[in-house]
């Protein structure tokens, strides 16, 4: 048995992490369905979770779930720029500008149908406010999802993460369906320059986690173990871990701060707002003094 982040991780099998995954139950209870459980005389047992390595029949979800993370920053982005204040006050003087080009101002003894019937022109002036931070934002995510979809570990998942005893592909499990998975890349090349050899770094790629399981802190587990894989297997040259920071994936961004990831720098700002995109890394060293602290 190894130790990783304070629990106990079989690494000669896939991890049980039932204990983080069954606290979901307890927040949302709707989640408890007839694909959850099994009932045996008649007594629920608890759905298990864990962490397994890719296999082919993984395939279609895996894709899916890529492509699906790569694009998921594009909802949160829309919605940040929204509810910015500069949005909201073009969105209420847009809706008083079409109130007095048609016309609609109650008068002075109309009633409060007629204060009511001005919802329409605000609902309306939303209209242009969502497609306009819609249209700023979506060219960057649909490039990101693109250039991901293109990757040379979409080609063939299993050859690419065996290129190093140090890369895989993961997938995180409940109750027998695909919820999570996280990639992490070790092969020997620079993910830049693909002429020049490195083999000290390896980048984390493709973290997801199903919205309504990432309350449970699990995505952390998933990280955890990544790194474990990383600066642990057998004939691994890796010394620091790589991985993209997103204001717009508050989880992941937590998860990374928890698992003691360091900020490097911006990488690149994108949509309307020009958010941060930022690089982050963690070496061995830091990792093994991470590990002994939560032990204690």
Known sequence: ME???GLNWPLSKAEDIT?????????????LSSSHYTVINPQM???VAKIRSYRIEDEKQVRFVIAKAAMEGLASANTKTILNPLSLSLWVLLTGLLIQFMGWWPKQGDGI??????????GSAAVPVILFSDWNNRWYFEDLS???????DMVNFQEYYSKSAASGLWILEFAGRLVGIIALDASPIDKINSNQ???????????????QYRSTGIQKDLIDYALQNAFTASNSAVTQVKALSSPLRDYV???LDETGFKYEGVSENIGLFRWKMSNRVLTK??????ITSDAK
């Open 3 to 5: 130790t990783l982040g």
């Open 19 to 31: 204990s983080r995954a069954a606290h979901v139950f307890h927040e949302r209870p709707s989640l």
């Open 45 to 47: 047992v608890e759905p």
């Open 113 to 122: 149908l007629a204060y009511i019937s001005l919802m329409l022109p605000f």
């Open 146 to 152: 693109q250039h991901v979809l293109r990757g040379p």
């Open 197 to 211: 050899k490195v083999h000290d770094t390896a980048i984390l790629r493709h973290i997801y986690v199903d919205e």
């Open 253 to 255: 961004r937590k998860a």
């Open 285 to 290: 060293d830091e990792w093994k003094k991470k």
